[in-house]
Every structure is written in C-alpha cells, then in structure tokens.
C-alpha cells in the first residue's frame, strides 16, 4: 500500500467526528487523481462518516455541503465502490478466516 494513503487513512481515523465532517468534502475531492485501490481505501474510512452528516433541508445548501460530489468522476467512483461493497458476501466483511470456505474469495485477492 502507497505509504501516504497509510498515512492518510491511520489519521483520518484519529480525528474526531467533527474534524472528520468537516474534511469529507477534502477526501472526496482527491479521489480523483489516486488510483483506484488508493481510492477504494480512501472511501472505506470516509463513507462511514457520513452517517453523521447532517442534511439540509434545502437543495442550495445541500449542494454546498459537499461540492465535490457534483463532479462526475468523483460520483462514479463513489457508486462504483458502493457497488463493490454492497456485492461482497458478508463473510468478507467479518470474518477474514471464514474466506477460506469460499469458493470466489481468498485472502490473497480481496486483501491485495
């Protein structure tokens, strides 16, 4: 793993919640020149944060919550890796000793 998305993600998951809303849009707003295993890795420790995010109720400010969501390659790469997610079996997502009763799956590949 490139030693600065390492960086990147062990930080990011130090900040509190607050620091971690307000750097989303910063996160996102990279996934554009990262490759798409760094990109993938990225994503695993931001989407989750957003649970948190709170919604305005109007569409001019929803849209000034997180711009960088507007751009059309930052929108695939944020639905091609939700896709990835929601196709995983949820062994995958668990039990990492469980794999190897998996026909498909094999730590090697899903790990990198």
Known sequence: MNMGVLYVKK????????????NV?????????LSEFQGDVILSVTLPT????????????QEKLVPSIQREEIAKKIFDF????LLLPYVA??????????????AEKISG
């Open 93 to 106: 997502l668990t039990d990492k000793e469980s794999w190897k009763d998996q026909p498909s799956l094999s």
């Open 25 to 33: 849009d910063l996160m996102f707003s990279c996934l554009g020149s």
């Open 11 to 22: 930080s990011y998951e130090r900040l509190s919640l607050e620091e971690r809303l307000a």
């Open 50 to 61: 957003l649970k948190s995010l709170r919604i305005p109720n109007y569409k001019e400010k």
């Open 82 to 85: 939700s896709i990835k997610v």
